[in-house]
T-cell receptor, first 115, second 112 residues
């Protein structure tokens, strides 16, 4: 069964450092997403990406965040200057079409710890 | 805006049936999803309802009442592996970004 793969599975970084979280969506999917889940809290939408541009972003996705699809297969989330409150599980997801017809497929996540 | 309410925790016995409720308030309706999330893992898709009524898929069924803003997930013949969080999620009506708003999840503990 096709999978969304994320690397690394766990990253520890110092406050103020830049991190890049990597994702390889399912190959024939067109929509890509980043969500995050702070420990013990709900899954929160960050950003969606379609046709090589951001289609929607949440209030969480401020100027410190950016996404990129550099080579047609990878989909990255960059946090420019990490803060302690950025510690969370970050999930990448992809879908073949609009969510009203398709469920998302989530990756297994990257646990980011900012110290 | 959107508001989704689910019970925080439930406990049930192996082999039993459990019903996990979700109520939602949205400015429009564009369907409702249920996801399963084991601790430390990614959510996995269970069901999608857009019309009223019950949809059955093996041991899991999902029900929707649009007029009441209410859905439930029914799990039959509970197994220990069903211990997980169950997330109710709705897309906004004007969903240019295909985003989902998740509820806080219901943590189900299945006991022997």
């Amino acid at each position: 069964e096709p999978e969304v793969t994320q690397t690394p599975s766990h990253q520890v970084t110092q406050m103020g450092q830049e991190v890049i979280l990597r994702c390889v969506p399912i190959s024939n999917h067109l929509y890509f997403y980043w969500y995050r889940q702070i420990l013990g809290q709900k899954v929160e939408f960050l950003v969606s990406f379609y046709n090589n541009e951001i289609s929607e972003k949440s209030e969480i996705f401020d100027d410190q965040f950016s996404v990129e699809r550099p080579d047609g297969s990878n989909f990255t989330l960059k946090i420019r200057s990490t803060k302690l409150e950025d510690s969370a599980m970050y999930f990448c997801a992809s879908s073949g079409g609009v969510t009203t017809n398709y469920g998302y497929t989530f990756g297994s996540g990257t646990r980011l710890t900012v110290v | 805006g959107q508001n989704i309410d689910q019970p925080t925790e439930m406990t049930a016995t192996e082999g039993a049936i459990v019903q996990i409720n979700c109520t939602y308030q949205t400015s429009g309706f564009n369907g409702l999803f249920w996801y399963q999330q084991h601790a430390g893992e990614a959510p996995t898709f269970l069901s999608y309802n857009v019309l009223d009524g019950l949809e059955e898929k093996g041991r899991f069924s999902s029900f929707l009442s649009r007029s009441k803003g209410y859905s439930y997930l029914l799990l039959k013949e509970l197994q220990m592996k069903d211990s997980a969080s169950y997330l109710c999620a709705v897309p906004p009506l004007n969903n240019a970004g295909n985003m989902l708003t998740f509820g806080g999840g219901t943590r189900l503990m299945v006991k022997p």
